[in-house]
């Protein structure tokens, strides 16, 4: 069992690392880029060990994806018994009991009491994608309805449905036609202020669709409940339960795309919980099964029991070993109240990054919920210009301290954290303290600023 403590044994990344990234280099195709170059060959709870022996903080859960701690003992004990057991069948060939199992968990566990219906596949993109696929052929409408900053993945349905251009999209195109995309609420740089941003992004949204595609042509509104990669994004209180009303006035499916936000990062089940907003249709993946890979669509049974048999489905959609991860994951969420931990988490964050604001001036936005936080990096808290710069070099300050850093956000200048649910109090303020130490030394931008 790993230590849960930060070990710098070598300069980060150590020489084994270096030797890999140079392996990596001759095999990997370049545009499978890395963010922090050490080689991992072990985790538990919140630390990943290099090759070197270095031992860092883990504060970005792999995206998001080992909410239940790297290593958990209960995934790693299911994963191993469903693997000696059988590994595949395809279960649109001969179905097995943990798919039906997962997917009787998703129609309890998601927003909303009302009868549900799930799908299981391998990916957050591939369930985006089959969400699309339901609504529309529910509806008989094409259009659909995304927002600025959006992130749905990067397959050519769901390239054209997120936002950003570098790196996602860049000479990837022509991408799929009908979707449309509208302003999202973001309070920090709304134009006529935070105050204002709910009531005007919401009457800004709906005047779009109806003026420039027609609520008769929409067949859905897909929303990150809170966006992740394009920069943490929260909707002001109010929007998202009115936006989801006025969807429902207009026969809209309203899709909430819970990949990052799912399975208790949040300190819900779902972001969704939080204002009572039941959506029709509820993609997950990335926490749902301690790192395996899954994806799923849960909606009304109405909507979800409309398609045809055989209109579904994938070679591995809802793989026995990932099914058995996830299985085990959510019973390790509910048994530990993850969601509660989250609460936790988020509070010791909000803590020490309101404490930074005050510090910082560059720190312009403190904002998240649960484990899921974020601070907004601006030149100039008054000018509010992004930087990216900044974040950059920051971020590569935690690295070679051992810390694993993420960033996001459309212009590159949100540093987002993501921990383990598991991880400790000692280590979320040790990690705080090499962040506060990384950020006064990429400010001081001498010796030691991050840059190597
Ligand atoms: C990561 C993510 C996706 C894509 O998931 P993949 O498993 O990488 O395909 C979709 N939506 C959101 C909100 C995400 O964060």
């Known amino acids: 069992m790993i230590e849960q403590r930060r070990i710098l044994a070598t300069p980060i990344p150590g020489p084994r690392s270096q030797d890999l990234l140079e392996r990596k280099q001759a095999a990997v195709a370049a545009g499978v880029g890395v963010g922090l170059p050490v080689h991992v060959t072990d985790g538990a709870g919140g630390i990943l060990r290099d090759a070197d022996g270095n031992q860092l903080i883990d504060l970005g859960s792999g995206i998001a994806v080992t909410s239940v701690g790297n290593g958990n003992a209960r995934v790693v004990e ?7 057991r059988f590994t595949h069948t395809c279960f649109m060939v001969t179905p097995y009991e943990p798919y039906v199992g997962v997917c009787e968990r998703l129609n309890a566990l998601t927003p909303g009491d009302h009868e549900k219906r799930s799908a299981l596949f391998s990916s957050g993109a591939e369930a985006v ?15 659909v309805v995304v927002f600025e900053h959006a992130y749905h993945g990067r397959t050519n349905l769901t390239m054209a449905m997120t936002a950003k ?13 009908e979707v449309h995309r509208v302003p999202m609420a973001y309070p ?6 935070p105050q204002r941003c709910a009531e005007e992004a919401l009457e800004v949204v709906t005047d779009r669709i109806h003026t420039l595609v027609g609520e008769e042509n929409t067949a859905a509104v897909v929303i990150e409940p809170i966006q992740g990669e394009g920069g943490f994004v929260v909707p002001p209180p109010g929007f998202l339960p009115d936006l989801a009303q006025w969807c429902r006035e207009h026969g809209i499916l309203l899709v909430a795309d819970e990949v990052q936000t799912g399975f208790c990062r949040t300190g819900d089940w779902f972001a969704s919980d939080h204002e009572g907003v039941v959506p029709d249709l509820v993609t997950t993946a990335k926490g749902i099964a301690g790192g395996m ?15 045809h048999a055989g209109g579904l489905g994938g070679t591995y959609g809802g ?10 994951a959510i019973g390790s969420m509910e048994e530990d109240d993850l969601a509660g931990r989250a609460r936790e988490i988020g509070a010791v964050l909000g803590d020490r990054l309101t404490a930074f604001a005050a510090r910082f001036p560059q720190v312009g936005d403190v904002r998240g919920r649960g484990a899921m936080m974020a601070m907004e990096l601006v030149a100039d808290p008054d000018t509010k210009q992004p930087d990216a710069a900044l974040a950059a070099a920051v971020s590569r300050g935690c690295h070679e301290r051992g810390v694993v850093t993420l960033t996001c956000g459309t212009y590159g200048n949100v540093f987002r954290f993501l921990p383990p649910l598991s991880i400790g109090d000692d280590l979320l303020h040790e990690a705080m303290d090499v962040l506060e130490e990384s950020f006064a030394a990429a400010l001081a931008g001498g010796p030691g600023a991050g840059g190597s």
């Open 293 to 307: 890979p899954l994806a799923a669509v849960t909606g009304r049974a109405d909507v979800m029991d409309a398609v």
């Open 129 to 143: 994608e089959n969400a699309v696929k339901v609504a529309r052929h529910v509806t008989g409408r094409q259009a």
């Open 319 to 328: 793989n026995p070993v990932a099914c058995a991860a996830a299985l085990a």
């Open 78 to 84: 299911a994963v191993t018994e469903q693997v000696r």
């Open 188 to 193: 920090y740089r709304w134009p006529g202020g």
């Open 165 to 177: 251009n570098l790196p996602y999209k860049h000479r990837f195109g022509p991408f799929a036609p």
